[in-house]
């Protein structure tokens, strides 16, 4: 499946549309109800199927239940949110099926086991869930980057699911993705071809581009420039100056890693066409292996050798896809569902948003993950928006473009949205913290990082966690982290040069820190908390305990990353050993630290070679919680099979 030779025998064109192009994924579900996102490629009805305890039900849904958004002339986003009345019991296994109708005859209905049976378990007829109230097995990750070669952590979660068959006990209760979900910034030149190949296949709607060197998105598609050499299409003005180097620019970290912004994605069909490619093995059916015209050698190098990588990744969508039919699947963004450093500084934020060209980027890409991630985390707190993007893709030109007013429109309002957190009435209740929209700005030096939540909404999730006894926060970056690598990412700040290297953490702005310490030793913060992070491109886990406090919280900082992703080895076991040596427990530098009211102890990973803390394998974190919501085992699940166990110090002694 995939970027075959042999695609090229039936020409794309010839090829008839799969009725159903991504999904069903299981986005939200609940005793009362079920979130399904999926993608047509053309307007249907659908037929409900719930099987549980041996019934079956079916039914037609309800106009009110499907709620349907053209992206394209031959691409139609659903999301389908099912009300239950009392049918759907917890803790039970429960399948659920779509059907459509068949054009083979008058009458018939085709199921999921009929259009996509990929995502049907070996011998199942339906894909199916569990839905669990009480948090027992929980299922996290970040940072899923296509052409990274290491596995792909969401074929580990298939594993996991199929391990687990029809044991309810075994099943986790969700899956919760942290952040960078596609990589918008930093995208193969192989899968930006496919992306084109797709965007004309499907008739994504194509836009007007202003102040840049093409004219709209047709013609970006096939300008010489579009492979490796996006940077370039800004006009070479003296106001585009900053922006290259703080937008297009932004991913060149030679300090930890290298990422290639040369291939930036830009239009809202890009981004659209991404998501279908991440996360279903159906698009790759419709693109052929074909090499754009490069110019450079060095291009065309970098290419094939992409070329195999993206191969690999097509290989496990097959997998990742079942995954994320059977389990209800949560997501937040961190910055690369945007672009690299999104939000980063106030200066930052002036440069990208007063230009024109980079404002529609970030819009693009926020519009995309709106449809694509946040609508189905809670689908009731884009009331208000929807029906503006409702607007955007039915107000299209007789050339199949959007309107360019419409469009800026639906971008300024994004901007200024302010509800892309949300919590889970879960048993310990999961928050999940947007920590890229709410800043906390240096307006007295904005180039330096801002915090990433400023007063008003640290002072929301305090109001939202007081009283509670246990609590899981979800986090993008963690709130804390490996010391050593903070303190780097200060040296580099002080210089002037916080994009060299990922310069956000919680405890790089002195107003956000505090805040954020003091909520740790108030009266009325829950006993136990569980912080779940991402964004590193490594895995640990710590145990934290307020110094010289008898009623202290109980926190644990656990960060799964990544999911197809790792940082560079050497480097990473560098700052290991630096940071055990500079930063132990008893280190007199960890009193010069904003924590240092705060007793640190990282847990050990089984397998560990040298005293690592650090566990540098791409796949999924799997959190274990007794019925107090505390942590009883913490563990990394490595994508190409076996994985660790992160223990405490009394399970280690």
Same mark, same amino acid.
């Given at each position: 499946?995939?970027?075959?030779?042999?695609?090229?025998?039936?020409?794309?064109?010839?090829?008839?549309?799969?009725?159903?192009?991504?999904?069903?994924?299981?986005?939200?579900?609940?005793?009362?109800?079920?979130?399904?996102?999926?993608?047509?490629?053309?307007?249907?009805?659908?037929?409900?199927?719930?099987?549980?305890?041996?019934?079956?039900?079916?039914?037609?849904?309800?106009?009110?239940?499907?709620?349907?958004?053209?992206?394209?002339?031959?691409?139609?986003?659903?999301?389908?949110?099912?009300?239950?009345?009392?049918?759907?019991?917890?803790?039970?296994?429960?399948?659920?099926?779509?059907?459509?109708?068949?054009?083979?005859?008058?009458?018939?209905?085709?199921?999921?086991?009929?259009?996509?049976?990929?995502?049907?378990?070996?011998?199942?007829?339906?894909?199916?869930?569990?839905?669990?109230?009480?948090?027992?097995?929980?299922?996290?990750?970040?940072?899923?980057?296509?052409?990274?070669?290491?596995?792909?952590?969401?074929?580990?979660?298939?594993?996991?699911?199929?391990?687990?068959?029809?044991?309810?006990?075994?099943?986790? /209760?969700?899956? #919760?993705?942290?952040?960078?979900?596609?990589?918008?910034?930093?995208?193969?030149?192989?899968?930006?071809?496919?992306?084109?190949?797709?965007?004309?296949?499907?008739?994504?709607?194509?836009?007007?581009?202003?102040?840049?060197?093409?004219?709209?998105?047709?013609?970006?598609?096939?300008?010489?420039?579009?492979?490796?050499?996006?940077?370039?299409?800004?006009?070479?003005?003296?106001?585009?100056?900053?922006?290259?180097?703080?937008?297009?620019?932004?991913?060149?970290?030679?300090?930890?890693?290298?990422?290639?912004?040369?291939?930036?994605?830009?239009?809202?069909?890009?981004?659209?066409? #991404?998501?279908?490619?991440?996360?279903?093995?159906?698009?790759?059916?419709?693109?052929?292996?074909?090499?754009?015209?490069?110019?450079?050698?060095?291009?065309?190098?970098?290419?094939?050798?992409?070329?195999?990588?993206?191969?690999?990744?097509?290989?496990?969508?097959?997998?990742?896809?079942?995954?994320?039919?059977?389990?209800?699947?949560? #997501?937040?963004?961190?910055?690369?569902?945007?672009?690299?450093?999104?939000?980063?500084?106030?200066?930052?934020?002036?440069?990208?948003?007063?230009?024109?060209?980079?404002?529609?980027?970030?819009?693009?890409?926020?519009?995309?993950?709106?449809?694509?991630?946040?609508?189905?985390?809670?689908?009731? /707190?884009?009331?208000?928006?929807?029906?503006?993007?409702?607007?955007?893709?039915?107000?299209?030109?007789?050339?199949?473009?959007?309107?360019?007013?419409?469009?800026?429109?639906?971008?300024?309002?994004?901007?200024?949205?302010?509800?892309?957190?949300?919590?889970?009435?879960?048993?310990?209740?999961?928050?999940?913290?947007?920590?890229?929209?709410?800043?906390?700005?240096?307006?007295?030096?904005?180039?330096?990082?801002?915090?990433?939540?400023?007063?008003?909404?640290?002072?929301?999730?305090?109001?939202?966690?007081?009283?509670?006894?246990?609590?899981?926060?979800?986090?993008?970056?963690?709130?804390?982290?490996? @010391?050593?690598?903070?303190?780097?990412?200060?040296?580099?700040?002080?210089?002037? @040069?916080?994009?060299?290297?990922?310069?956000?953490?919680? #405890?790089?702005?002195?107003?956000?820190?505090?805040?954020?310490?003091?909520?740790?030793?108030?009266?009325?913060?829950?006993?136990? %908390?569980?912080?779940?992070?991402?964004?590193?491109?490594?895995?640990? /886990?710590?145990?934290?305990?307020?110094?010289?406090?008898?009623?202290?919280?109980?926190?644990?900082?656990?960060?799964?990353?990544?999911?197809?992703?790792? %940082?560079?080895?050497?480097?990473?076991?560098?700052?290991?050993?630096?940071?055990?040596?500079?930063?132990?427990?008893?280190?007199?530098?960890?009193?010069?630290?904003?924590?240092?009211?705060?007793?640190?102890?990282?847990?050990?990973?089984?397998?560990?070679?040298?005293?690592?803390?650090?566990?540098?394998?791409?796949?999924?974190?799997?959190?274990?919680?007794?019925?107090?919501?505390?942590?009883?085992?913490?563990?990394?699940?490595?994508?190409?099979?076996?994985?660790?166990? %992160?223990?405490?110090?009394?399970?280690?002694?």
């Amino acid at each position: 499946m995939g970027l075959t030779d042999d695609a090229v025998e039936q020409p794309i064109a010839d090829r008839a549309l799969p009725p159903v192009l991504a999904g069903p994924i299981i986005r939200r579900a609940t005793a009362d109800s079920l979130v399904l996102w999926l993608v047509t490629s053309d307007l249907t009805e659908f037929q409900l199927r719930i099987a549980q305890n041996g019934k079956l039900v079916e039914r037609r849904l309800r106009d009110e239940e499907v709620q349907v958004m053209p992206v394209g002339i031959r691409a139609f986003l659903h999301l389908i949110h099912i009300q239950f009345d009392g049918l759907v019991s917890q803790g039970v296994l429960t399948g659920y099926d779509l059907g459509m109708a068949s054009g083979a005859e008058e009458g018939s209905v085709r199921w999921i086991g009929d259009w996509a049976p990929h995502l049907c378990r070996p011998g199942a007829r339906r894909p199916d869930y569990v839905v669990k109230d009480r948090l027992d097995r929980v299922l996290h990750g970040s940072c899923r980057r296509p052409h990274h070669p290491a596995g792909d952590g969401l074929a580990r979660v298939d594993a996991e699911l199929l391990a687990a068959g029809d044991t309810v006990s075994e099943r986790p /209760a969700l899956l #919760m993705l942290t952040g960078d979900q596609i990589y918008a910034d930093d995208v193969a030149g192989p899968m930006l071809n496919a992306i084109h190949q797709l965007i004309e296949r499907l008739g994504l709607f194509d836009e007007w581009i202003a102040e840049a060197d093409v004219a709209d998105s047709r013609a970006l598609r096939s300008d010489s420039q579009t492979y490796y050499q996006r940077h370039q299409l800004l006009p070479d003005t003296q106001r585009n100056v900053a922006l290259l180097e703080r937008f297009f620019g932004g991913a060149r970290k030679p300090v930890f890693t290298t990422a290639n912004a040369r291939n930036h994605l830009i239009s809202l069909s890009e981004i659209i066409a #991404m998501y279908l490619l991440v996360w279903s093995p159906v698009c790759w059916r419709l693109v052929i292996r074909q090499e754009p015209l490069l110019e450079s050698p060095k291009d065309v190098a970098t290419y094939r050798e992409e070329q195999e990588l993206v191969e690999a990744f097509v290989a496990d969508l097959p997998s990742a896809a079942r995954a994320l039919a059977h389990i209800p699947t949560y #997501m937040i963004f961190d910055d690369h569902d945007i672009t690299d450093d999104w939000n980063l500084s106030a200066l930052w934020e002036r440069t990208v948003y007063e230009h024109l060209f980079s404002r529609r980027i970030i819009g693009n890409a926020l519009i995309g993950y709106l449809l694509c991630q946040g609508w189905g985390n809670d689908p009731e /707190a884009f009331v208000d928006v929807m029906p503006r993007v409702t607007n955007l893709l039915q107000e299209i030109d007789a050339d199949g473009f959007l309107s360019g007013s419409c469009q800026n429109a639906v971008i300024d309002e994004l901007l200024r949205f302010n509800n892309w957190h949300y919590i889970l009435p879960t048993s310990p209740p999961l928050v999940v913290l947007d920590t890229r929209t709410h800043r906390w700005r240096s307006e007295e030096s904005p180039g330096r990082p801002s915090g990433l939540m400023d007063w008003e909404a640290l002072s929301a999730f305090q109001q939202s966690i007081i009283g509670e006894d246990a609590v899981i926060v979800v986090s993008p970056a963690p709130v804390f982290g490996v @010391k050593l690598i903070e303190v780097v990412q200060r040296v580099f700040t002080f210089l002037g @040069k916080p994009l060299v290297v990922d310069a956000e953490n919680w #405890m790089a702005h002195r107003g956000t820190a505090s805040v954020l310490l003091n909520i740790f030793g108030h009266t009325g913060t829950p006993e136990t %908390f569980v912080i779940l992070s991402g964004d590193v491109h490594y895995s640990f /886990a710590y145990d934290i305990r307020l110094r010289r406090a008898t009623d202290s919280p109980r926190i644990w900082q656990i960060t799964s990353s990544g999911i197809k992703n790792e %940082f560079p080895d050497g480097l990473l076991e560098m700052l290991d050993r630096l940071n055990r040596w500079l930063y132990a427990p008893r280190s007199p530098l960890n009193w010069l630290t904003k924590r240092r009211r705060m007793r640190i102890t990282p847990r050990l990973p089984t397998g560990r070679e040298a005293g690592e803390r650090l566990w540098n394998r791409a796949g999924i974190g799997l959190l274990m919680l007794d019925n107090q919501g505390a942590p009883s085992a913490i563990c990394q699940l490595d994508a190409d099979g076996g994985g660790t166990r %992160f223990l405490s110090k009394s399970e280690s002694a």
